[in-house]
């Protein structure tokens, strides 16, 4: 039987999650509710970032970086998982570098424009959209 500690399942994971987000998250909550209104099915997952500093710039190396608390959590909708929308909420640590103010990892696959949806999942989004109306 293949367990959550298993390599096969953490490769799987890495099929369906980009493996920024395995490499330093935990999955900490998985839920599959109806949704209110329309009765669909959605799968809602909790990463929490594990208590690893990202890596620490050039400048700031050898100085002492301490966890301090969690960012607002962020919820973003990513790929469908067998047709059920799929919704991730991230928790983010805020880390501070001693005398010098406060660090956070940067994510990939998270949008800098306050986008809801993944950058991948939203650039299969345009594509489709782009194909669906006749472009090449």
Excluded: Y
């Excluded at 909550?29 to 997952?45: G, L, S």
């Excluded at 990202?54 to 607002?72: A, D, L, Q």
């Excluded at 929308?85 to 306050?114: A, N």
Aim: net charge negative.
């Amino acid at each position: 039987m293949t367990t959550p500690s298993h390599p096969s399942f953490q490769q799987l994971l890495e099929f369906a999650f980009p493996k920024e987000l395995l490499e330093a998250f935990v999955v900490t909550q998985f839920d599959a509710e109806k949704h209110v209104r329309d009765d669909v099915e959605i799968i809602r997952i909790t990463f929490v970032e594990q208590n690893a500093p990202p890596p620490i710039p050039e400048e700031h190396r050898g100085k002492r970086i301490i966890s301090k608390g969690f960012n607002r959590p962020v919820t973003i909708q990513d790929f469908p998982l067998r047709g059920r929308p799929c919704f991730l909420t991230i928790e983010t640590r805020r880390w501070e570098i001693e005398g010098e103010g406060t660090l956070t990892r940067k994510l990939s696959f998270l949008p800098e424009s306050g986008l809801k949806v993944t950058t991948d999942f939203a650039l299969f989004l345009k594509e489709a959209d782009r194909i669906r109306a006749g472009g090449d």
